[in-house]
């Protein structure tokens, strides 16, 4: 009799005619029909005697090598499926900041043929038990010092039965589960096409889309923008902001540097006065960071000792033509910048260091196609703006979500931003296509910051948009009709600011509001933010 398998998620594929055309046009990206990422990305370095390698820094400075790290994944692997009763394709919730313990759990999830769901550190209760519910996660590993929220979660979603603490803290521990475990494990044999791991992503709705990926997806992006444009070595050493919940990070500061063999840093903290003494501490050479840090750490360079640094990364939201040259003023480095999405995983459309070209992002990465059409799917002429369009051997496919047709047209993947090709072949920026604020690397629903605004007692009514920053890129503003009886002034500003604050995630919080008497809306009572964009 054949093993128990939970088809929660195989089953909640989009329908085969809603998919996109996945193209392999490189020969490395024709895979075996069997594959688990976990075997490409750790086990291969141990059976090829590179064991005492580097593989995780910690923040304090600990290192674990590949060996290490495998015995760590086995371990905790043992624990979900002998302690925890994981079966193949159930959802296994991750929560915690970037450490070698939480990328553990990640690679552990993918071995077990379990589905990893990371969770943004950030993330409050109400958004984590919507998760919960939409993924059916009955399991979470978490760390001790993000517990609080996930307890709320658990409050409010009951589906999530166990939760394990890792990191210290009281309660059920991952580490005491892990003692004596066997450091052996056989890796689940999965198919290419298993899905390992769901991205939460907000809609323009502010109601979360999880776009899954299979194990040929995670090593089809290992593949294409890393060899080809990044071009790091396996004596690199990663360094960057992004958490590993977010592909960017995920990508960038553990799939990558560990499918060439590299070390990676990750830090709990990464701000933008935190990466500058990181990078000097650790000599790290390769960075990831969105604009807004580049921008930010431009001024600090000459503070610390960079000069390990050798490749900058950008991504999450556009790269301003300005910083890109502050950054190369102060440090003598090119930023490579590009474009990737949770929904194809992964960086598509970048340039290399010697064809970056400032206000540009690139061109389509090897392994990908894309196009500039308009909105009835015609390729546009060079110069002109339209819908950017990709295609490659990654794509969206949404967890049962009916957005999947706005995302997939024709068998391309419209992300939802505007470009326009150059006279060079480069695609350039131009701006979102849908209601998604980009703040600093972070993607901001307008609508789930004004369900929030709209749950404080003094709001009668509010419109949100996204307005030009020079710094963030663009920053969050929030329109604001008060109830009778409450003062317009800056202290109810702030209390509106610190009140979502407290009920989302703090990053999506207004950074500027205006107070109206009303806002524009149709006859039918929808709000015109469009007018709202453009008021003087």
Known sequence: ????????????????????????????????????????????????????????????????????????????????????????????????????????????????????????????????????????????????????????????????????????????????????????????????????????????????????????????????????????????????SPPLAFTFGLGGLLIFPMAIGAATVLLEKASPDVLPTAIAQHRATVLFTAPTSYRAMAAAVGQHDLSSLRKCVSAGEALPAATRALWKQATGIEIIDGIGSTEMFHIFISADEAHAKPGATGLPVPGYRAIVVDDDFREVPRGTVGRLAVQGPTGCKYLDDARQANYVQQGWNLTGDAYLVDEDGQFVYQARTDDMIISGGYNIAGPEVESALLQHPAVAECGVIGVVDADRGQIVKAFVVLKAGHATDEAMAKALQDFVKQTIAPYKYPRAVEFRDSLPRTETGKLQRFKLRTAP
């Open 1 to 240: 009799m054949a093993p128990p398998v939970d088809t929660f998620a195989r089953d909640r594929l989009p329908p085969q005619e809603a998919l996109p055309e996945f193209v392999f046009d490189l020969p490395e990206l024709h895979f075996p029909p069997r594959m688990n990422c976990a075997t490409e990305l750790l086990d291969c370095w141990v059976a090829a005697g590179q064991g005492d390698r580097r593989c995780l820094i910690g923040a304090d400075g600990s290192t674990w090598t590949y060996a290490q790290l495998q015995a760590q994944v086995n371990r905790i692997a043992h624990v979900l499926v002998q302690d925890l009763g994981l079966i193949p394709g159930q959802r296994v919730l991750l929560r915690g900041a970037n450490s070698p313990m939480l990328a553990a759990c990640f690679l552990a999830v993918f071995k077990a043929g379990g589905i990893a769901v990371g969770t943004m550190p950030l993330l409050r209760a109400q958004e984590l038990s919507v998760i919960i519910d939409k993924a059916q996660i009955g399991l979470a590993l978490c760390d001790a010092r993000l517990s609080a929220e996930l307890e709320g979660a658990q409050a409010r979603s009951p589906l999530l039965k166990t939760v394990l603490h890792f990191n210290g803290g009281a309660g059920s521990s991952l580490e005491a589960a892990m003692a004596g475990k066997p450091t052996a494990l056989e890796t689940h044999d999965s198919a290419a096409d298993d899905v390992c791991l769901m991205a939460f992503t907000s809609g323009t709705t502010g109601q979360p889309k999880a776009a899954m990926h299979f194990h040929r997806d995670v090593m089809a992006a290992c593949a294409c923008w890393p060899p080809h444009v990044l071009r790091a070595t396996a004596d690199d050493v990663f360094i960057g």
